[in-house]
């Protein structure tokens, strides 16, 4: 399905976000007292920050869970608007919701994973928020499922929304793994790819899951050049009521946004770089015409394989074959520098693509006989 241009209008425009990156959306994870908010308001502002962010409504994964304050929460976020000239964001998951946050003078709102990937929720939510000029960000849904993603901001573009943006936030896996959500960048890439334009945070903290690893993600955004963080901060995280191990203190943003994070250029004027990059492009441009000429030359000899499996009426998938030619090509790549995942995604695909052609080679045959 062709990708539809979206109506967007440019972040800095937004009027709560300045140039240079990155725009930071900071504050805890949830709202738990009027105390807390001021305190830790009062703490992110020092450090320039401008948007405030804590959680209202929280939909948890288990009954008896802390699932926010509710409406009261957003009296003592408006407070801290008021005392240090902060904008203030909130999740918001029903029409109930944003009613309850332009009452309250909320700036900006978000939709949670659990949210985006809910066409019902996401279409309530923007009925809500037509004639409204209020910002939204849509994080991506819990599973990796880019359509959907595309489709929560189609509905909101649809209905008027032009400060949209979205919010990566990894996505849920059931391995064992190093970050609590996985950040699959590929596809935080290839939605980059599609929508160029479009405002684009990372969430550091629901990816990582610990504070151990808030800087690390940080800086992978960085690197690819995208355009804000979402970081949870809490004046006293171990007191927290909800994910105490992925908020850091005021004191230690401040640490990791202003000596830690290293913002990379998205480009340069200078003769010498633009004349060694694109020497370089060029060296590129050359290695993946061989590579396509090698897949093509692998994808005849496959199609011949097919056709021979075919006269001698042999099934089209040998499991030992294929075990021994990855284990094979996986040990050839650790000789030159390539990871075993990197060897082991391409040429997966590069074997379904065979398995499909020689399928296609018997399928043709079966239809003849017919």
């Not at 450090?47 to 926010?68: C, D, M, Q, Y």
């Amino acid at each position: 399905m062709a990708t539809k241009k979206l109506d967007l209008i440019p972040l800095y425009e937004w009027g709560m976000f300045t140039e240079p990156k990155p725009s930071v959306v900071a504050g805890p994870c949830s709202a738990e007292s009027e105390e807390q908010i001021m305190e830790t308001a009062k703490g992110l502002r020092k450090l320039g920050i401008n948007v405030f962010r804590a959680g209202i409504w929280k939909p948890r994964t288990h009954p008896g869970s802390f699932e926010g304050v509710g409406a009261e929460g957003l009296r003592w976020m408006q407070k801290a608007k008021k005392e240090y000239g902060l904008k203030i964001a909130t999740e918001v998951a029903s029409e109930k919701h944003v009613f309850e946050c332009l009452k309250f003078g909320v700036d900006l709102v978000w939709l949670g994973a659990r949210t985006t990937a809910n066409p019902f929720l996401v279409q309530e939510i923007a009925d809500a928020l037509k004639d409204t000029d209020i910002p939204v960000l849509v994080k991506n849904p819990v599973n990796p499922d880019i359509e959907l993603w595309i489709g929560a901001l189609e509905r909101l573009s649809r209905a008027g929304v032009k400060k949209l943006g979205v919010i990566h936030r990894g996505f849920t896996t059931l391995e064992e793994k190093k970050y609590r959500n996985d950040p699959q960048w590929q596809i935080a890439i290839e939605f980059r790819r599609k929508f160029p334009d479009m405002p684009f945070f990372v969430d550091p903290s629901h990816i990582s899951g610990h504070v151990d690893y808030v800087r690390e993600i940080s800086q992978r955004a960085m690197d690819l050049g995208f355009d804000g963080l979402m970081i949870e901060s809490h004046c006293s995280p171990s007191e927290a009521l909800s994910d105490s191990s992925q908020q850091l203190t005021p004191a230690q943003l401040d640490d990791m946004l202003n000596r830690q994070l290293e913002v990379r250029n998205p480009d340069s004027d200078s003769p010498q770089w633009k004349e060694n990059i694109h020497e370089l492009r060029a060296k590129i441009d050359v290695i993946d015409e061989s590579i396509l000429a090698a897949l093509s030359s692998r994808m005849q000899v496959s199609r011949q394989i097919g056709q021979y499996k075919k006269e001698n009426n042999i099934a089209i998938l040998q499991t030992s074959r294929w075990d021994a030619v990855l284990a094979k090509v996986i040990e050839k790549g650790r000789g030159y520098g390539l990871s075993e995942k990197c060897i082991t995604d391409i040429f997966n695909t590069i074997h379904e693509e065979s398995v499909e052609a020689q399928n296609q080679i018997l399928s043709d045959s079966s239809s003849r006989q017919k």
